[in-house]
């Protein structure tokens, strides 16, 4: 940190590092990754040792790793919107729900909503229109 000082390099605000973060689909624990989530959904993989003895919810994990299947996945989502969208919110493809918020901000950069969030796997393949539930009139949002 004394070098970035001395090189006269401001200092990131928090709010300014979460943005980077969610333009760059980057997800934090607690917010994005929690215990609601398996760790295949989270396509966090890497941190996981699949043979270094017992722990919390490995049966659990290792039937999805057998079967190979997940129906969710954290992904990155762009909102046609200046106003961040509350964690849990659901996005709509048509009536079904397609993707639930996990974390959003609004990006000046990019000017619109970025955010991360959990989306079923058919809607990552078909990337469909997206809305926003329950917003009047309806928010767009799309799969990048």
């Given amino acids: 940190m ?6 006269a390099i401001p200092q990131a605000s928090a709010d300014e590092a979460r943005t980077v973060r969610l333009e760059n689909g980057i ?11 398996l760790v295949h959904e989270t396509q966090a993989l890497h941190g ?12 659990i994990v290792e039937r999805v790793r ?3 299947q997940v129906h969710r996945l954290l992904a990155p ?24 918020i996990t974390s959003s901000v609004y ?14 796997a058919e809607a990552l393949q078909t990337k469909p229109a997206l809305t926003v539930a329950e917003s009047e009139p309806p928010i ?5």
């Fill in 2 to 7: 004394g070098h970035l000082n001395s090189a």
């Fill in 27 to 37: 997800p934090r624990y607690g917010d994005d990754i929690t215990e609601r989530f």
């Fill in 48 to 59: 996981v040792h699949f043979s270094k003895g017992c722990y919390l919810g490995q049966e």
């Fill in 66 to 68: 057998s079967r190979g």
């Fill in 77 to 100: 989502i762009r909102i046609k919107s200046q106003d961040p969208v509350a964690p849990r919110t659901k996005l709509l493809a048509g009536d079904a729900a397609a993707a639930e």
């Fill in 107 to 120: 990006s000046p950069g990019l000017q619109e909503v970025v955010a991360l969030g959990y989306v079923r």
């Fill in 140 to 144: 767009e949002a799309y799969l990048p």
